[in-house]
């Protein structure tokens, strides 16, 4: 157990919806991650946010946004969803802005139909 | 742009042999290399890492090696065990950027 959170586990939605994820951090991490990991590729980073504030952006859409919550929880919402978007969606924590170590949730399963 | 490539999709390996997992990258400002583990239904776990000021890094039956001229390392587990069977993912990092990860390799091991 990582000590990271992520819920729901699955979640099957229909195309045009919105959809929230939510992560909790381990305890004493300041650093949440948000990767996104397509059928039999490898993990693609969507954004990182440290103390509450983005920290940095990859790879993602418009559509796509989240933020980090006092309490230090992560949401990332997706919204208009497209069939692309079912993924497993990762979240991690570190406890340094950096990320050489990051420690992952169990992801949630996303499905659009 | 596959920055870090790990080109075996799978990988199968007979129970007590050693298992070598590839992984090639093209950026040498690379600082740093991770290797995680994952399971079915579970998010990767960290495993091994290894600075780019190292040529070896060991921990228990895991060793990762880094050849930087070849832009090449590769993670032994020896010897292996069922419980080895996973997708392996290889990372790299450089300052100030985000984690680049590999496409993962699945380790099968046979009794």
């Known amino acids: 157990d990582s000590g990271v959170t992520q819920t729901p586990k699955h979640l099957i939605t229909a195309t045009g919806q919105r959809v929230t994820l939510r992560c909790s951090p381990r305890?004493?991490?300041?650093?949440v991650y948000w990767y996104q990991q397509s059928l039999d590729q490898g993990l693609q980073f969507l954004i990182q946010?440290?103390?509450?504030?983005?920290?940095a952006k990859g790879n993602i859409l418009e559509r796509f946004s989240a933020q980090q919550f006092p309490d230090l929880h992560s949401e990332l919402n997706l919204s208009s969803l497209e069939l692309g978007d079912s993924a497993l969606y990762f979240c991690?924590?570190?406890?340094?802005?950096?990320?050489?170590?990051?420690?992952f949730g169990p992801g949630t399963r996303l499905t659009v139909t | 742009d596959q920055q870090v490539k790990q080109n075996s999709p799978s990988l199968s390996v007979q129970e007590g042999r050693i298992s070598i997992l590839n992984c090639d990258y093209t950026?040498?400002?690379?600082?740093?290399f991770l290797w995680y583990k994952k399971y079915p239904a579970e998010g990767p776990t960290f495993l091994i890492s290894?600075?780019?000021i190292k040529d070896k890094n060991e921990d228990g039956r895991f060793t990762v090696f880094l050849n930087k001229s070849a832009k090449h390392l590769s993670l032994h587990i020896v010897p292996s065990q069922p419980g080895d069977s996973a997708v392996y993912f290889c990372?790299?990092?450089?300052?100030?950027?985000?984690?680049?990860w590999g496409a993962g390799t699945k380790l099968i091991i046979k009794p």
């Open positions: 305890s004493g991490d300041l650093s």
């Open positions: 290894i600075s780019s």
């Open positions: 990372a790299a990092k450089r300052p100030n950027y985000q984690l680049i």
């Open positions: 946010y440290y103390n509450g504030e983005e920290r």
């Open positions: 950026n040498s400002m690379f600082d740093y």
């Open positions: 991690a924590s570190s406890v340094d802005p950096a990320g050489y170590e990051q420690y």
